[in-house]
């Protein structure tokens, strides 16, 4: 092997090594959540209702309820009952099966936050899921991992 072939080799390595540093950073900053007990619910009953222990109600929904199945557009519905609140992001993740991670981001409506989500598909009858809510509530950004399962048929 040539110097330059070295020398290019050797850039290549440090140029991996600072891009997966740099990564490791940015997973640093979305971590800077307090990420909350998990509450397991069941949504296609009505709202999922965390009781947030500084005080107030926390909310999500998914509508339309009868059809919270595999591959059907939904809406996740997160609002809070006593004092400021907004909303980022959800992340959906298989609890029992690893299916990826599926980030769908919030738009306010009003007092609430909404988002255009899919559950994915996936070979087993029954899936579990965890809808991790990124929110910011009073200045404390914190996670509320909300945990469903969906039946495939």
Same mark, same amino acid.
């Given at each position: ?5 070295? !020398? /290019?080799?050797?850039? !290549? ?17 979305? +971590?800077?959540? @307090?990420? !909350?007990?998990?509450?397991w %619910?069941?949504?296609?009953? =009505?709202? %999922?209702?965390?009781?947030? &222990? &500084? =005080? +107030? ?9 009868? #059809?919270?199945? &595999?591959?059907? &557009? /939904?809406?996740a519905?997160? @609002?809070?009952?006593? +004092? ?9 993740? =298989?609890?029992?099966? *690893? ?9 306010? *409506? =009003? @007092?609430?936050?909404?988002? #255009?989500?899919?559950?994915?598909? %996936?070979?087993? @009858? #029954?899936?579990?899921?965890?809808? !991790?809510?990124?929110?910011?509530? #009073?200045?404390?950004?914190v ?11």
């Open positions: 092997m040539n110097w330059k072939a070295l !020398l /290019l080799v050797i850039l !290549l390595f440090a140029g991996a090594l600072l891009v997966g540093r740099f990564l490791g950073q940015q997973q640093e900053v979305d +971590g800077e959540y @307090d990420t !909350l007990a998990p509450l %619910c069941e949504p296609q009953a =009505g709202p %999922c209702v965390y009781r947030y &222990p &500084p =005080g +107030g109600i926390i909310r999500l929904s998914l509508e339309p309820k009868e #059809r919270i199945k &595999p591959m059907e &557009p /939904l809406t519905t997160i @609002d809070f009952s006593d +004092g400021e609140m907004s909303a980022s992001s959800l992340l959906l993740t =298989g609890l029992n099966m *690893e299916m990826g991670q599926n980030r769908f981001a919030f738009h306010q *409506e =009003g @007092d609430a936050y909404s988002a #255009r989500i899919m559950i994915p598909v %996936c070979t087993l @009858d #029954r899936m579990e899921w965890s809808a !991790l809510v990124k929110l910011t509530i #009073r200045g404390q950004r996670a509320v991992p909300f945990h469903f399962a969906v039946e495939r048929n």
